[in-house]
């Protein structure tokens, strides 16, 4: 039997686009002579597999795309609704290197492959913290070397996201947040959608708290920048953020509404 346990499955169209576009980047993306990327737990509909192979194969052309789910059901759902894109019904490419089986956190691939990158997102979220290193230890057990797990959690329009990556080893490399930057109030927004390894740990004594206190101030500080735009506003808070902060996201990322800081940063007290 796969390991683990049906969640709720929510998704929704490009909800996730923006780990994805934050994938295109994975430099084990582009050099793998197996380009086979895993989307763990996809939920209740294939739209979102379907559109990380879309956004993978603009970087990577011959990307492959496997969604596993827990839940039969899902996988019988998701089969229907790729023949619907064989068929020509759907925006997708016909084409398109996706498929659907059934599967966990053991990801169990057929002829002995591995994945290069296995996204989970929303997943774990559903979990109990003390669950968290067991299933990353499971999915990295499977990666490619120098391969990655994307693991994180977004809100329901994708506007808020977060996400941890874990490198082969199982131990986790780096923590990006992720936000619409359009009618933003306070960063500290991301709190709330946290991957599970952070979310109990916003609290007074805990680095990563310390991190949302400090993106906070930064933002308040440099509201006069609005009149040019939030974007001009994060990339200046980042800029300040970065002087007390290891911040590894290039200026590029920061335009895009992103933040990646070292593991090693906000690593559990």
Same mark, same amino acid.
């Given at each position: ?24 980047? *994975? ?13 763990? &737990?996809?939920? !209740? $509909?294939? #739209? /979102? ?93 499977? *990666? ?13 329009? &994708?506007?808020? !996201? $977060?996400? #941890? /990556? ?104």
């Amino acid at each position: 039997m796969p390991i683990g346990s049906i969640t709720r499955g929510t998704t929704g169209t490009n909800r996730l686009r923006r780990v994805d576009r934050w994938m295109q980047t *994975l430099p084990i993306l582009r050099r793998t002579p197996d380009p086979l990327v895993v989307d763990l &737990g996809y939920g !209740a $509909s294939a #739209v /979102t597999t379907l559109e990380l192979h879309a956004r993978l194969a603009r970087v990577r052309p011959d990307v492959e795309i496997l969604g596993l789910e827990i839940s039969p059901e899902r996988v019988r759902i998701a089969t229907e609704q790729l023949s619907a894109v064989r068929a020509g019904a759907t925006t997708f490419a016909t084409d398109a290197a996706v498929s659907f089986a059934l599967g966990g956190f053991d990801v169990t691939l057929p002829a002995g492959r591995s994945p290069a990158v296995i996204r989970a997102f929303n997943v774990l979220r559903q979990y109990d913290e003390s669950e968290v290193a067991d299933a990353w230890s499971h999915m990295t057990s499977r *990666l490619q070397p120098d391969g990655a797990l994307v693991e994180g959690t977004c809100d329901e329009m &994708g506007r808020v !996201a $977060s996400w #941890v /990556t874990v490198g082969q080893d199982g131990r986790p490399q780096r923590l990006t947040l992720s936000l619409r930057l359009a009618e933003l109030e306070l960063p500290s927004i991301v709190a709330e959608r946290l991957p599970k390894s952070l979310i109990h740990r916003n609290v007074t004594g805990e680095p990563v708290h310390e991190l949302m206190t400090a993106l906070d101030r930064a933002w308040l500080h440099n509201a006069p920048l609005s009149v040019y735009g939030p974007r001009q506003r994060w990339i200046a808070t980042v800029t300040q953020i970065a002087r007390t902060w290891p911040v590894e996201s290039a200026r590029s990322r920061s335009r895009l509404g992103e933040l990646t800081v070292p593991w090693s940063a906000v690593a559990p007290a």
